[in-house]
């Protein structure tokens, strides 16, 4: 968790003197999800309106890191689970124009915690994750755009539980600074 923490601010840092030099926008975003699992057994989620936020530092025109993070809790007749996502990306934009539809890859890695308190059982557990997606933002009005991306996750093994791995289909609103 310590050295997620400690990539994100150092990719925040480095992309700060480019910003300020270059003029490149701030992308702020929210995204819904519809996700599931490959694995045994299949598990199908959605999370609309909003799964995760996420805020992308543009390096270059068609280059940005995005750091992202999501917070999940749920609570059934006394037990509950809490799950934090964090993690960063790198886009890789095709083209520079954001007046035109902007298709890009997105590699990521995440760390996930879990914790869960049960009646009879209580526990937590944190997994590295590491992904790609394929996406396309489509401008919609001056500074906001569409955003949809498919994406593969991986869960590497932990803590005894074997590794998992995932498709995700993200929609969402970015908004941009400039």
Same mark, same amino acid.
């Given at each position: 968790? $310590?050295?997620?923490?400690?990539?994100?601010?150092a /990719?925040?840092?480095?992309?700060?003197?480019?910003?300020?030099?270059?003029?490149?926008?701030i992308?702020?975003?929210l995204?819904?999800? /519809?996700?599931?699992?490959?694995?045994?057994?299949?598990?199908?989620?959605?999370?609309?309106?909003?799964?995760?936020?996420?805020?992308?530092?543009?390096?270059?025109?068609?280059?940005?890191?995005? *750091?992202?993070?999501? /917070?999940? =809790?749920?609570?059934?007749?006394?037990?509950?689970?809490?799950?934090?996502?964090?993690g960063?990306?790198?886009?890789?934009?095709?083209?520079?124009? $954001?007046?035109? *539809?902007?298709?890009?890859?997105?590699?990521?890695?995440e760390?996930? =915690?879990s914790?869960?308190?049960?009646?009879?059982?209580?526990?937590?557990?944190?997994?590295?994750?590491?992904?790609?997606?394929?996406?396309?933002?489509?401008?919609?009005?001056?500074?906001?755009?569409?955003?949809?991306?498919?994406?593969l996750? =991986?869960?590497?093994?932990?803590?005894?539980?074997?590794?998992?791995?995932? /498709?995700?289909?993200?929609?969402?609103?970015?908004?941009?600074?400039?």
């Open positions: 968790m $310590r050295r997620l923490a400690v990539v994100v601010i /990719l925040v840092a480095l992309s700060s003197p480019a910003r300020g030099q270059g003029g490149n926008p992308e702020i975003g995204d819904g999800a /519809l996700s599931y699992g490959l694995d045994s057994p299949h598990i199908t989620t959605v999370d609309i309106p909003v799964q995760r936020v996420r805020v992308g530092f543009f390096v270059t025109p068609t280059i940005s890191i995005e *750091p992202f993070g999501a /917070l999940n =809790h749920t609570s059934v007749s006394g037990n509950s689970g809490t799950n934090l996502d964090i960063a990306g790198a886009l890789f934009h095709f083209s520079g124009a $954001r007046t035109a *539809p902007q298709p890009y890859v997105r590699p990521f890695l760390i996930v =915690h914790a869960f308190d049960g009646s009879t059982v209580s526990g937590s557990t944190t997994a590295t994750a590491l992904g790609a997606g394929v996406g396309v933002k489509f401008p919609i009005a001056n500074r906001f755009a569409w955003r949809l991306e498919g994406a996750t =991986h869960v590497l093994s932990h803590d005894d539980l074997g590794s998992s791995t995932g /498709l995700t289909a993200f929609f969402g609103l970015s908004f941009f600074t400039h």
